[in-house]
């Protein structure tokens, strides 16, 4: 692997997101035109990649929260039977790296590290037992159980439900 | 690793079937430690990573 060094940073205006190319043309629609503005009102956090001293997006990722409750089950329901009745969850919405850069500089590794880093420390400010994701397809899932999260259902839109617990996020942190 | 993952925004509230909320939180109850393959890819990650 030919390794480049990154920056990554919060969103703002002044990063240049107008030749971002992911392969996934909803995500490069959003990168462009739609996640600064949800980044300014707190909707989401949105996390650039640049090489530094250059404004040019090269990867990206969003942090959201979320809680998963169970259907059909009241909360004090849910608390008999699961000793919970709600999962609060850092959520990865979306993550893409340009794509001439992608599987060869680490750059997505970079993200997901940066991701994880960040979700440490949201748990250690306001809680969290892991994060969250959606994988679109079984191929998109195995690729994510490497980086350590286990599959627990199908979502609404048959998309599958992953999550990495904070403790092996943690541990992982540490021993890495 | 581009777009892996759902074109979906977020939401504040996510409801999952009681069985899927069970299995969640039976697998978040164990302790399973980080395998060789998370470990190798973080610390290519902090590679990448500039120094902070």
Known sequence: MSQIIVKIAPLDPTFDRGAFRCGNDFIDRYVKKRCLGDHALHKLRAYVATQPD??????????????????????AEAQEKFKSWAIPLVYLGQ?????????????????????????????????????????????????????????????EEEQIKMICPLTKIREALEVA | MAARLAEKGPDALQTVSAEAFGRAIEELRKHTPPSEVMLKRIANGRKALQER
Do not use: C
């Not at chain 1, 590290?113 to 420390?121: G, K, S």
């Open chain 1, 54 to 75: 250059t404004p040019t997006v090269i990867g990206f990722y969003t942090l959201s929260l979320t809680s998963l409750k169970p259907g059909e089950t009241s909360p």
């Open chain 1, 95 to 155: 993550i893409g790296v340009q794509e001439e850069y992608q599987r060869k500089h680490g750059i997505g590794s970079a993200l997901m590290t940066h991701a994880f880093e960040q979700t440490l420390r949201i748990a250690d400010i306001a809680g969290t037992y892991g994060m969250m994701l959606d994988a679109d397809n079984d191929e998109v899932a195995a690729f994510y159980e490497g980086w350590g999260f286990f599959r627990f259902g199908a979502g």
